[in-house]
């Protein structure tokens, strides 16, 4: 893994100059990767689309769920046990599966509202822009470089990072991951 500087552009044609300056500053064109970074939640990780298997905001839904349900089939089933006189010995299954249905719906009330934020959440860095991006694998003695190369030619939300950039491909590039951005990089 190398270091990595990263920077965003608005245009094609601000990447190919911004490759061209890296070029004649002396940077291998195989180091230097540019491509277009999605909006979040349109990364495609998953078949049926999106980022994640759950959104950040619902990780506690599953269990919300299920607690909700298995209340509310406790309390249905009593109360159907209660009425089994007049009901028959159908009145415990129907009171508990109304009473779980009931409960699963309640606990939709236990959720936060939205734009709420997400407990433990509040510190999270924000998502990563999504638009054009180019970035080159430098060294401690060319980094001072290639950044001033980028703010120069008016790159915003400049990030470092550590990776592998191969024949012009950076490999283990994670859009979902948080970036690190440098200071005073228009953010």
Request: glycine share 14%; hydrophobic share 45%; aromatic share 4%.
């Amino acid at each position: 893994m190398t270091a990595i500087l990263a920077g965003h552009f608005q245009l094609q044609d601000e990447i190919d100059a911004a490759r061209q300056a890296l070029r004649a500053a002396g940077f291998a064109d195989e180091r230097i990767s540019s491509f277009f970074v999605n909006p979040p939640g349109q990364h495609a990780t998953f078949g049926p689309g999106g980022d994640r298997a759950l959104s950040p905001g619902a990780k506690e839904t599953p269990a919300g769920l299920a607690k909700g349900a298995a209340t509310g089939g406790v309390i249905g089933a009593a109360v159907g046990a209660v009425a089994a006189p007049v009901t028959g010995p159908l009145g415990p299954v129907v009171g508990g599966l109304l009473g779980a249905h009931v409960g699963s719906l309640y606990s939709f009330s236990e959720m936060k509202e939205a734009g709420a934020p997400e407990a433990g959440g509040e510190n999270r860095a924000p998502p990563r822009q999504p638009g054009m991006m180019i970035a080159v694998a430098v060294t401690p003695q060319n980094e001072a470089v290639a950044l001033a190369l980028l703010r120069r030619l008016g790159a915003h939300h400049l990030e470092r990072a550590e990776g592998t950039i191969e024949a012009g491909d950076w490999r283990d590039f994670d859009p979902l991951s948080a970036p690190r951005l440098v200071a005073g990089s228009g953010t």
